[in-house]
T-cell receptor, first 112, second 109 residues
Framework: DTAVSQTPKYLVTQMGNDKSIKCEQNLGHDTMYWYKQDSKKFLKIMFSYNNKELIINETVPNRFSPKSPDKAHLNLHINSLELGDSAVYFC???????????FGDGTRLSIL | RKEVEQDPGPFNVPEGATVAFNCTYSNSASQSFFWYRQDCRKEPKLLMSVYSSGNEDGRFTAQLNRASQYISLLIRDSKLSDSATYLCVSSPGGFKTIFGAGTRLFVKA
């Protein structure tokens, strides 16, 4: 039973395309997150959702649009992909913001 | 100044050694602190939460010093399998979570 699952695991696409990454958690958590980890390995929060409501948007370009259809899902859609978007994107969830987070195993996005 | 700062290392230690990492945080309102471990090309995994009273889990001990705004992680009797990047995390509230850049540890036979 995977607690936080992301799909796809690998995504290779061309500049200018639009792509989506899906995330689902079966832990019953209220809070979900998207992180970006770049080539320097720095893990940076992009979005935080609580009970389907957007709480944090950390100066992410508006080409990135998260959508939470319900508490268990937080998907990330990216428009007009750029070279600088190449990174590993991690989804995570927690019971609440002060509790430890459980991470999905990441989506490796490569822009050609 | 970064909100959470860690020495990037790498720390190269022999098996059986004791190694300690420190991490400083800038927001005095931070309430929750954690140490995560991340293996190469894997997701971060919780190692331990850090409480004001300090906590210990086997060979791992975490301490919090609010006055000096730092947290520490001590690993005793290092194993080869401890080789990883250790991420310090602070939650200053408001649903925000700040990860440090990580400290790399290599344990050698």
């Amino acid at each position: 039973d995977t607690a936080v699952s992301q799909t796809p695991k690998y995504l290779v696409t061309q500049m200018g395309n639009d792509k989506s990454i899906k995330c689902e958690q079966n832990l019953g958590h209220d809070t979900m997150y998207w992180y970006k980890q770049d080539s320097k390995k720095f893990l940076k929060i992009m979005f935080s959702y609580n009970n389907k409501e957007l709480i944090i948007n950390e100066t992410v370009p508006n080409r990135f649009s998260p959508k939470s259809p319900d508490k268990a899902h937080l998907n990330l859609h990216i428009n007009s992909l750029e070279l600088g978007d190449s990174a590993v994107y991690f989804c995570a969830s927690s019971r609440d913001p002060n509790q430890p987070q459980h991470f999905g195993d990441g989506t490796r996005l490569s822009i050609l | 100044r970064k909100e959470v700062e860690q020495d990037p290392g790498p720390f190269n230690v022999p098996e059986g050694a004791t190694v300690a990492f420190n991490c400083t945080y800038s927001n005095s309102a931070s309430q929750s602190f954690f140490w995560y471990r991340q293996d190469c090309r894997k997701e971060p995994k919780l190692l331990m939460s850090v409480y004001s009273s300090g906590n210990e889990d086997g060979r791992f001990t975490a301490q919090l010093n609010r006055a000096s705004q730092y947290i520490s992680l001590l690993i005793r009797d290092s194993k080869l399998s401890d080789s990883a990047t250790y991420l310090c995390v602070s939650s200053p509230g408001g649903f925000k979570t700040i990860f440090g850049a990580g400290t790399r540890l290599f344990v050698k036979a």
